[in-house]
């Protein structure tokens, strides 16, 4: 049915209304897209684009300028560059009247050691120092000279099987033991091997394996004492033994043990000896609940196997 033949059904519009509008010649103009329009849309696209282009250079610049640090050093936080070794510093020292910057200079000059030149000239400054008063700058200067001249024969020198000299320096400074640094000679080049963290603050004894391969270091603060067996040939450490002792133990005999935050476990050692290649064993002293209860302990670590045996000492042997 037409549109028309609708309107004359429900009498809306006159019939001579629809017949005059038939013969008007009027014609309905089809809806086009004016060229206008288009334009301005083109406009609003390129417009669209451009600013998302100046967003995203935008982002990323700024993206660029924010600070990126993937893993903090110690040149990172000094903020400066590093203060390399200066063996003419402690050259200079050796002429000092007070006697701790004289030692200090006396063991910072074995630094010298990969430096020909200054190395001779260490070796030379130091020799006056042998008739020293001060027994321990004597000392040092012997050390330090048999480490120079390439003498190394210090019994607190250990001679490894991979043909390395292991040693510290400032040896036995305090009541409690040496520096806390070990040094390596390989291939006649020193490098400064293994630096135990804190509160591992003195090294008190460095004992070879039978085989020469590994050293049962024995590590102490003014609080508490530990042990770690180094594997210097194939660079591989086993735990801190006193500690793993300790929770060990607790664990068996159902003891109360806490992780203290310092890692103090106000914890010692005694008898420590390699029983093979592979095998330390030391008695210990582990301490609970704030040192109220002590248990008297042996400990046998088997290195190669990370096995670890926690006895009550026999106190008759």
Not at 8 to 23: M, P, Q, S, V
Not at 50 to 75: G, I
Not at 198 to 220: E, F, G, W
Request: net charge negative; charged share 25%.
């Amino acid at each position: 049915m037409k549109r028309e033949d609708i309107f004359r059904e429900f009498g809306l519009i006159d019939e001579n209304l629809i017949k005059a509008a038939e013969n008007s010649g009027v014609k309905v103009r089809k809806k086009g897209i004016s060229k206008m329009w288009i334009a301005l849309v083109s406009c609003l696209v390129l417009y669209c684009s451009t600013s998302t282009v100046l967003l995203a250079m935008a982002y990323y610049e700024k993206h660029d300028a924010e600070p990126y640090l993937r893993y903090l050093t110690a040149e990172n936080m000094e903020l400066q560059p590093v203060t390399h070794y200066d063996a003419n510093k402690f050259l200079q020292a050796l002429k000092s009247d007070n006697n701790e910057h004289v030692y200090v200079a006396i063991n910072r000059l074995v630094e010298t050691f990969n430096d020909e030149r200054l190395r001779e000239k260490a070796l030379h400054e130091l020799h006056p120092f042998l008739e020293s008063d001060n027994q321990k700058i004597a000392d040092a200067s012997a050390f330090a000279i048999d480490i120079l001249s390439k003498g190394y024969k210090g019994t607190t020198i250990l001679q490894l099987a991979d043909g390395s000299k292991i040693f510290t320096l400032f040896n036995n400074y305090s009541d409690y033991g040496s520096q806390n640094v070990i040094w390596r000679i390989k291939d006649d080049v020193l490098e400064e091997y293994y630096h135990f963290p804190a509160p591992s603050l003195y090294i008190r004894k460095m004992i070879p394996s039978p085989d020469q391969k590994s050293i049962a270091v024995v590590t102490v603060s003014n609080k508490s004492e530990f042990i770690q067996i180094i594997n210097v040939e194939e660079g591989i450490n086993s735990p801190e033994l006193v500690e793993s002792a300790r929770i060990k133990y607790g664990a068996q005999k159902e003891l109360e043990t806490w992780i203290r935050t310092d890692h103090e476990n106000y914890s010692y050692v005694n008898n420590i000896a390699w029983k093979d290649d592979n095998t330390l064993q030391f008695e210990a002293s582990l301490a609970y609940e704030n040192t109220e209860i002590i248990e008297n302990v042996t400990v046998t670590y088997q290195f190669s196997n990370k096995v670890m045996e926690v006895k009550e000492l026999n106190e008759s042997r």
